[in-house]
């Protein structure tokens, strides 16, 4: 069997350290990579009583953008009909959601990071 592709390799190492940093400012972990035919969410976490939503995005440098610049308004969609998908099969309806965005710049030897929050609306 082959070894996985590079950029899959670093999609992971990225969610990796986002949830490690996530879990430090106190969120909790409830699912990884959650899929449906819609799409995946790569984290799944509660902020005090708020699910929240998070889409890891990585980039090595920011030369061509933002790492959080690609979650344009087709991502937003996919990510939403994901989450309503979430919310149907796993959560009561009335759940305070939020969807938040955690880019990821840089290497191993120095990353940046930034943590946007309520990054878009839910509708």
């Known amino acids: 069997m082959l070894p996985p592709a590079k950029h899959l390799r670093q999609g992971k190492w990225a969610e ?10 106190g969120l909790r972990l409830r ?3 959650f899929r ?23 980039r090595r440098s920011t030369e061509f953008g933002h790492p959080a610049d690609t979650v ?3 991502k937003q969609s996919k990510l939403r ?3 309503a998908c979430y919310l149907r099969d796993y959560g009561p309806a009335d ?11 840089g290497s191993a030897d120095e990353i940046h990071v930034e943590w946007i929050k309520d ?3 839910i509708a």
């Not at 990796?16 to 400012?25: F, G, P, R, V």
């Not at 035919?37 to 990585?58: N, S």
């Not at 759940?95 to 710049?105: E, G, H, L, N």
């Open 81 to 83: 009909t994901t989450a």
């Open 36 to 58: 449906c035919r819609y799409g995946e969410i790569d984290l799944i976490m509660t902020d005090g009583e708020c699910l929240t939503f998070i889409e890891v995005r990585y």
């Open 119 to 121: 990054a878009f609306d």
């Open 95 to 105: 759940t305070q959601c939020r969807f938040d965005v955690f880019a990821i710049s």
């Open 31 to 33: 699912q990884r990579n």
């Open 16 to 25: 990796q350290k986002a949830c490690e940093y996530l879990q430090s400012h």
């Open 72 to 74: 344009d308004r087709r």
